[in-house]
């Protein structure tokens, strides 16, 4: 006998990275009974930078306007998901998540209208649109190349201040550099940036590091470290170390396991508590099926493949990633959409999946491939037409699209979750009228 929780809503969001969560808070905001249903959503692999558009046309470098690269977009992708959407919604959509992240306790910041260059743990400038606000100094000390103290902790691997100091000496030769242990810390061989973020939220190892800290300091204006002020009061404790050293502090993304991700994540999640949308944490779709003029019904459960919930749904949307998150899966017979077999697009050989060149400034063709969707992304069927009059799709398993390659990612998520939710939201008003 079944023993199964059975859950009625008008959304089914099944994915819960950053297009799904996104999407979940835009459903919330305008009071749509929601379900995110996904796994862990690679957020741990994320920068914690909100990236808009990075790329001027193939092979011509990165660009200072994000907004100028998008009204160009159709030059180089006549099928980019941007183009079903509109400057002002695309605004729209990231004034309202950084608005949400921001009232429970994750601020970002950036030009009005800019892209902003950072530096990484490898010594290279990253621009973004709109950084954490740990990160404004890294912007600061970057542009003006003050003087700086970048720090390393003994046993961490995924940092190297000697490393990020040797790749800019040319360019920046005003940074030195020191190593510490991690308060509470010093015993352990191998050192993690979430654990250490995790102690780093008591006062009594804030006041340890700035203790060890503060001898090493010689007048410099900012003090850059890898990113580990804590998970979910970084602005707090950043600022009480400012207070504590004298000094302007700033925080450098590193490599994953990522803090700023994880930042992300844990504030979606309290920004979704007590609201109209309910989480399944790490439930995965197993079954989904769908009848036309009817709604949803998807089978969700745990890795072991076994189903603990039904969730029935008027409408359904699938922000269920590429081929990392599993949304597209491929085999030697091309690639598939792994939740309702809907059509992909893709090259119609797997030879001419790739260029024959690995750093094509172009890309490769099957970075592109993805869910074709009319104008209010809903996929489309073999016949050009709706799969579903209530199937919308957004994020990265969009087609027309090359994410990594243009630094868009987080960017296409937002604007185009932002759009299909707006549009379920609009179908819901005329109904009720």
């Known amino acids: 006998m079944e023993n199964k929780e059975v859950i009625h809503t008008d959304l089914a969001i099944i994915g819960a990275g950053m297009a799904g969560m996104a999407a979940g808070m835009f459903a919330a905001n305008r009071g749509i009974d929601a379900v995110v249903a996904g796994g862990a959503g690679g957020f741990e692999y994320a920068s914690g930078l909100l990236d808009l558009w990075g790329l001027t046309n193939p092979g011509k470098g990165y660009c200072k306007d994000p907004w100028k690269g998008v009204a160009q977009i159709s030059e180089s992708w006549p099928l980019h998901p941007f183009l079903k959407t509109s400057e002002s919604d695309i605004g729209k959509g990231f004034d309202e998540l950084t608005d949400g992240l921001q009232q ?243 090259p119609k050989d797997r030879q001419q999946w790739h260029t024959p060149g690995y750093f094509d400034p172009r890309g490769h063709p099957i970075n592109l491939a993805g869910l074709t969707t009319d104008e209010k992304f809903r996929p489309l069927g073999k016949d050009n037409s709706p799969v579903h009059e209530n199937l919308y799709a957004a994020g990265s398993i969009l087609a027309g699209q090359d994410w990594m390659r243009t630094r868009s990612g987080a960017g296409l998520s937002i604007a185009t979750a932002f759009h299909a939710v707006g549009q379920i939201a609009l179908n819901r008003a005329k109904a009720s009228n």
Not at 134 to 154: Q, V, Y
Not at 160 to 184: C, E, H, K, N, Y
Not at 218 to 224: D, V
Not at 239 to 266: C, M, Q
Request: glycine share 8%; charged share 20%; hydrophobic share 40%.
């Open 104 to 346: 429970n306790g994750l601020a970002h910041t950036g030009l009005p209208r800019g892209n902003t260059r950072i530096i990484t743990a490898l010594g290279t400038a990253k621009i973004t649109y709109r950084l954490p606000l740990t990160m404004a100094h890294n912007a600061a000390a970057l542009k003006g190349k003050h003087s700086t103290l970048l720090l390393d902790f003994n046993g961490l691997r995924e940092f190297r201040a000697r490393f990020v100091q040797q790749v800019l000496a040319s360019t920046w030769p005003d940074i030195s550099i020191a190593a510490i242990p991690f308060p509470q810390m010093s015993m352990r061989s191998e050192l993690f940036t979430p654990l250490m973020a995790q102690a780093m939220e008591t006062e009594q190892v804030q006041d340890q590091f700035a203790s060890a800290v503060k001898p090493l300091l010689k007048g410099e204006q900012f003090l850059g470290l890898p990113a580990i002020l804590g998970i979910n009061r970084s602005g707090e404790i950043m600022k009480r170390l400012e207070d504590l050293l004298g000094i302007k502090i700033f925080e450098i993304p590193t490599s994953p396991v990522s803090v700023p991700g994880i930042r992300l994540k844990e504030t979606f999640k309290k920004a979704l508590e007590g609201t109209c949308v309910t989480r399944l944490p790490d439930q995965r779709v197993l079954l989904a099926s769908h009848e036309p003029g009817k709604g949803f019904t998807l089978e969700t459960g745990t890795k072991s493949g076994t189903a603990t919930t039904r969730i029935q749904a008027k409408n359904c949307l699938l922000a269920t990633g590429r081929f990392l998150s599993k949304g597209l899966v491929s085999d030697r017979k091309g690639v598939q959409e792994s939740v309702f077999n809907l059509p992909v697009a893709q």
